[in-house]
């Protein structure tokens, strides 16, 4: 029974009825709030299908092939553990593969390489976290040309939303099923702690409307970041840089209410263009957590410096520094004006065409697209936005005459 899905999903786990005259969609789309079951749905669909059907292939694309595999494959809701263990699938790392004891097979792909989905063919997919895509448009058109196999190739989105182009196509797409789940709809599989701390914490505010009611939500009209704004900056890679920097925005508590220690990694070409490397930002980190976060992420982008604004822990955050590595550039900075105002001439470099963004940076893009006059709309400290903006104000708008970084 317990692996009996017919008996424990919820309706909105289960494909959409077909229409009378026949199956009349060719995308499932199920947009879900965190901890919804999206990914619980998606396997069983998956195990469905290879199990009607011996000659199927299916693709299975994720985020990038780590989060395929430690998700899809091996997650806790993935397809090993829906199957039970007498009937489990094999898993092949070294060829990307899962076969089915029907011998159906799925293959593993990374949304991060849109041309290794050019050649081979499927008759299902299914996509997780597709807002999430660094390459989204390119990677959905080279799946698109794979789904040739069989009478009905179908494949299924789950995903949380976020207003990009392509959700937004599917959306108004009529062959596309929506489903949508809020995350409150599986609260009997989820902890306590969570539902109190982080589903209490963000109830009702922009961000929880989004990551937990599933609501596709458009730019707020005090946005200094409007969300068609940042898919004009977008870019496949950066170039040669000449000073790559590590901004670091630390909290000023830790813990499970405490705020994100925002992390994020920017460069500079020889022409002055900027370009957005990493949001490495973090929540519940300590002291030594996140300075070695910042320190791994200073090494593993060769960059100049780390820049760590000092104005919630003085002398602690270079101590701090220190300890972990005392070889490393650090240069401390201090906020004298209101985040709105520091913010307001790094959107300037955006609307003047200035900087780029590598791939997707989905969870400091939605940060700022709700950053207005008066900070987030929910009321939390946008700490993405804040690392974002000593990273670009060091790159390029710095005096030449300020005081050069202090090595600690």
């Not at 008996?7 to 026949?22: F, K, N, T, V, Y």
């Not at 849109?114 to 390459?135: H, I, M, N, T, V």
Request: proline letters at 7%; charged letters at 25%.
């Amino acid at each position: 029974m317990h692996y009996d899905f017919s008996l424990w999903a919820r309706e909105d786990q289960l494909p959409p009825a077909c229409a009378s005259s026949g199956c009349d969609w060719t995308t499932w789309l199920m947009l879900g709030g965190r901890g919804a079951g999206k990914t619980r749905a998606g396997a069983e669909w998956v195990r469905a299908l290879a199990g009607d059907a011996p000659i199927c292939r299916i693709a299975l694309v994720g985020e990038t092939l780590a989060d395929a595999r430690a998700v899809m494959i091996e997650g806790v809701s993935g397809l090993l553990a829906v199957h039970p263990p007498e009937a489990r699938p094999r898993y092949e790392p070294s060829k990307r593969q899962v076969r089915f004891a029907s011998g159906a097979v799925a293959q593993l792909f990374s949304a991060e390489d849109p041309e290794s989905l050019r050649g081979p063919q499927f008759s299902a997919a299914w996509c997780d976290e597709l807002g999430k895509w660094r390459r989204p448009s390119e990677t959905w058109d080279m799946l698109q040309f794979g789904l040739r196999l069989g009478s009905a190739p179908r494949q299924m989105v789950t995903t949380t939303p976020r207003p990009i182009p392509l959700i937004k196509a599917l959306l108004a797409d009529p062959r596309c099923a929506v489903t949508k789940v809020p995350t409150a709809a599986n609260a009997a599989n989820l902890a306590p702690s969570f539902l109190s701390a982080i589903v209490g914490r963000y109830r009702g505010t922009r961000l929880g409307r989004q990551e937990l009611e599933a609501e596709l939500l458009e730019d707020r009209p005090d946005s200094l970041w409007p969300r068609a704004l940042l898919e004009r900056c977008r870019v496949a890679a950066a170039p040669d840089l000449r000073r790559v920097v590590v901004a670091v925005d630390p909290p000023a508590s830790h813990g499970l209410r405490a705020d994100a220690c925002g992390i994020v990694v920017a460069g500079r070409a020889p022409d002055g263009r900027a370009y957005v490397l990493a949001d490495l930002t973090r929540e519940g980190l300590r002291p030594l957590d996140w300075a070695r976060r910042a320190i791994a992420a200073y090494h593993a982008h060769e960059a100049d410096r780390i820049v760590v604004e000092v104005n919630q822990g003085g002398d602690m955050v270079e101590a701090v520094m220190r300890q972990v590595d005392g070889s490393v550039p650090v240069k401390p900075v201090r906020a004298y004006r209101g985040k709105f105002l520091r913010a307001e001439p790094v959107a300037a470099l955006y609307e003047q065409g200035r900087v780029s963004h590598v791939g997707a940076l989905p969870q400091l893009e939605d940060e700022m697209s709700d950053f207005g006059a008066d900070g987030l709309s929910g009321g939390s400290s946008p700490d993405r936005v804040d690392a974002l903006v000593w990273a670009l104000t060091e790159l390029c708008l710095r005096d030449r005459s300020e005081p050069r970084a202090r090595f600690v």
